[in-house]
């Protein structure tokens, strides 16, 4: 009696294609996260959302100095109320970020990488006005911890041939 199951078919499929691709995972050897990891220079921050930006990227990228690549990055956030009461008072407030930045060559100045990303994150402000500051200064913190690892997968993406 035969038997024939589409999951086999599938997966020798999927296989077949992901091997027919070039398929290179981002953390094997030839990888661009074997290629960045402990390798970039993050400049130093200047002010505290910058400061929560490096604190992740080198969490995730790691630490170097001297590096054979140097990461300067700008950022920016602002705040806009999304709801009132009756009365006129807010009750949630968007805070909308962005991250500017540029990957460059240590060795010959030369730019790598350049580019931006943005995002949005949300608090309450419904309690008291220690609450609320509380709750707005865990919303920059998250903010600038979703750009950061969102430049994160930007340089994962480079292509290893392009970085030195």
Do not use: W
């Not at 990303?117 to 920059?140: D, H, K, M, Q, W």
């Not at 903010?143 to 430049?151: C, E, F, S, V």
């Not at 340089?155 to 041939?161: C, E, F, G, Q, S």
């Amino acid at each position: 009696m035969s038997y024939f199951n589409r999951r086999h078919l599938l997966i020798a499929g999927a296989s077949l294609l992901v091997s027919a691709c070039n398929f290179t995972p981002i953390y094997g050897p030839e990888g661009a996260g074997s290629q960045i990891e402990n390798r970039i220079l993050i400049k130093a921050p200047t002010t505290k959302d910058a400061y929560f930006v490096t604190r992740r990227l080198e969490t995730r990228l790691g630490r170097a100095d001297p590096a054979p690549m140097t990461l300067s990055f700008s950022v920016s956030n602002s705040s806009a109320g999304l709801g009132t009461t009756a009365t006129g008072s807010t009750t949630r407030v968007q805070r909308v970020g962005s991250l500017s930045y540029t990957l460059k060559n240590s060795a010959t100045g030369k730019n790598i990488a350049k580019g931006s990303v943005s995002n949005f994150t949300g608090y309450s402000a419904t309690g008291n006005t220690a609450a609320t500051l509380a709750a707005e200064r865990a919303a920059i913190e998250r903010l600038m911890n979703i750009l950061a690892d969102q430049l994160v997968d930007r340089l994962l993406l480079l292509d290893p041939a392009t970085l030195p």
